[in-house]
């Protein structure tokens, strides 16, 4: 975190009024640097709350966590329906028909996923 040169002026201002005023008045010189950092760390929280409120939304991990669980949900479908119609005696022809329907709804509801993330971003 980069430091102000003012607070370090204000302190040394404050030593210095402290030496020329005497140990009665450092009371009122330590109450008044205190006062004038506060003014300057609300200051820096303000301006930081304000630069969040500037910026996009971004949720990287609930994105990140939707695209994971299609992609488990889409292979737990594909694989058991695949295998299970590669094992179901069909004709070639039906069972090549069944498959591909198969991976293509599967396809299709990823690539519609991925399309509707893309323009919401």
């Known amino acids: 975190m980069e430091r102000s040169s003012s607070s370090g002026d204000e302190l040394r201002a404050s030593l210095e009024a402290r030496r020329d005023l005497g140990p009665e008045y450092e009371d009122s010189l330590v109450e008044g640097f ?10 820096r929280v303000d301006d930081r709350l304000a630069a969040r409120k500037e910026s996009p939304a971004v949720r990287p991990s609930v ?8 992609a488990i ?4 479908t594909g694989i058991p329906a695949t295998i299970g119609l590669a094992f179901s005696g069909l004709g070639d022809s039906i069972l090549a028909f ?16 991925a399309l509707a993330r893309r323009r919401q971003g």
């Open 34 to 43: 205190l006062e004038k950092m506060d003014r300057e760390i609300d200051k």
């Open 63 to 70: 994105d990140a966590g939707q695209r994971l669980a299609l």
């Open 73 to 76: 949900v889409s292979l737990a």
């Open 98 to 113: 069944i498959l591909v329907l198969v991976w293509v709804g599967i396809i299709s509801v990823n690539m519609s996923f």
